[in-house]
């Protein structure tokens, strides 16, 4: 996936990738519900995705974070208070563009691995 975010734009990431719904290939996974209990439901696994962009955000001065929520329980996948939960409709990580150039998102993932890279344009 590529995404051009331009100066001064927002990065949402409920809004980028959308509902997960089994039309779209979602399968059930393990998830937290709001009281933090794992159960099984559609979007289990974009929290690993939302906070590995997080990490790389956090590494960039200019982009500034505006909405980040942590896990109701500890995750397995990111140190402690590195994580970045997301739930479609209800909590979402967000990060502005405040640098003086657009920049660009690129995405991707392999069975065991989820690669982003941010450049400047």
Not at 80 to 94: H, M, N
């Amino acid at each position: 996936m590529e995404l051009l975010l331009n100066l001064g734009e927002t990065f949402s990431f409920c809004d980028t990738v959308g509902k997960a719904t089994p039309e779209d290939g979602y399968q059930k996974a393990d998830i937290f519900d709001k009281d933090g209990n794992v159960t099984k439901g559609y979007g289990g696994g974009n929290c690993q995705i939302s906070s590995t962009l997080y990490n790389a955000v956090l590494k960039i001065p200019s982009l500034t974070v505006i909405e980040r929520h942590e896990h109701s329980k500890k995750v397995y996948y990111v140190p402690e208070g590195k994580d970045a939960a997301v739930a479609y409709g209800s909590i979402d990580f967000k990060f502005r563009n405040d640098y003086n150039y657009d920049i660009k998102i690129y995405a991707s993932n392999t069975t065991n691995s989820i690669d982003i890279r941010i450049v400047k344009l």
